[in-house]
């Protein structure tokens, strides 16, 4: 090859990998990294990108310069030269792809046995996931439970999760790791928070027709803020002494529409209809607000299929909780209807 055509073949290989670096870089394609292990995924991320923008700068220089360079003449009929391999470059071409693959599997190897360790004393969250809403419980504090996952910063945190119902999936976006919860297993997932913040908690796995909706919150706090909310006693706002925060803990909002919770939910019932829907049932408000969360099958609104609204939380909620919620739900049904 003459020195003039190497030089054409390497500008084109820079204008290439700039063109890589540019689509790599300019759009914001991951979030800002809120835990350890994320910033070493991350890390895995833009080693194996570098090493795609290397190939296909490679690759299209090569392309462009064979397309430009042996463009066909015209009337040229002829064919091109017999040419029987070549050892050198056989070589080349396989042992370049073998050495990065090899380097790709050793990176991601130990990023993956570093995420994992968890260290000896980690704080231990359960995560139970339901249709269609999360929950976790902290063993070391009483078995506190929250409808929010709290994490004091720089912690390791060890999440073990469990699915009442089909397969979840827990994603935490700034965390950089996704976890399917499947029924029969209690998968775990380790995480180390590096920046105090509010994450979204996102289901991940098509579930049901509230899927979309199954979301929560993680708040990442200092250590002294974690510690206050954790040894503090299980407060009204979080055992849900208030209706409004019971409905919103128990993953109402997902399913149902209520003003008064701002909850825009289109799978189940509209609950600002509660007063004429109790009506068309032929029952007191009262006690058809309180038979349609205990027993949900035993009549079921017109146009709404059987069988969604969760079964269990005429045991899942205290007698108090129970009689809270539906002081709520019914005062909001009469407020509508005013
Ligand atoms: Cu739970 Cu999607």
Redesign the pocket.
């Known amino acids: 090859m003459r020195r003039g055509s190497l030089v054409q073949l390497i500008l084109v290989a820079i204008a290439a990998a700039a063109a890589g670096t540019a689509i790599a870089l300019l759009p914001n394609w991951l979030p800002q990294p809120a835990s350890r292990e994320a910033g070493r995924i991350h890390f895995v991320f833009w080693f194996l990108t570098g090493i795609c923008i290397f190939i296909f700068s490679i690759v299209a220089s090569v392309t462009a310069y064979a397309v430009v360079k042996f463009r066909r003449k015209p009337d040229d009929d002829s064919d091109g030269p017999p040419i029987h391999g070549h050892t050198g470059l056989e070589i080349t071409w396989t042992a370049i792809p073998a050495i990065l693959v090899t380097a790709i599997t050793i990176v991601s190897a130990i990023v993956l046995a570093k995420d994992d360790a968890a260290g000896a004393n980690p704080l231990r969250v359960n995560v139970v ?1 339901q ?2 809403a999360w929950s976790f419980y902290y063993p070391a504090y009483g078995n506190k439970r929250s409808g929010i996952l709290r994490l004091p910063v720089h912690r390791s945190v060890l999440l073990r999760m469990t699915s009442k119902d ?1 397969v ?2 827990f994603w935490v976006p700034e965390f950089s790791q996704k976890q399917d919860v499947v029924p029969g297993l209690h998968p775990t997932l380790h995480i180390t928070p590096t920046r105090v913040g509010t994450y979204p908690v996102i ?6 027709l ?3 909706l ?1 979301r929560s919150q993680t708040i990442v706090m200092t250590e002294t803020a974690f510690d206050k909310w954790a040894h503090g006693a299980q407060t009204a706002a979080a055992v849900g002494g208030g209706g409004s925060s019971i409905f919103n803990q128990q993953g109402c909002t997902a399913c149902h529409r209520l003003a008064a919770a701002g909850a825009t939910g289109t799978i189940g019932p509209d609950l600002d209809k509660l007063a004429v829907e109790a009506q068309r049932a032929g029952k007191p408000l009262a006690s058809f607000v309180r038979e349609s969360i205990v027993a949900p099958n035993a009549y079921v609104e017109k146009g709404y299929p059987k069988g969604i609204m969760p079964q269990d939380f005429g045991t899942k909620l205290s007698k108090t909780q129970l009689d809270a919620l539906v002081r709520f739900l019914v005062s909001s049904a009469k407020k509508g209807t005013k």
Request: glycine share 12%; charged share 5%; net charge negative.
């Open positions: 996931a249709q269609f089909v979840h999936s289901c991940t796995e098509l579930c049901g509230g899927h979309a199954m």
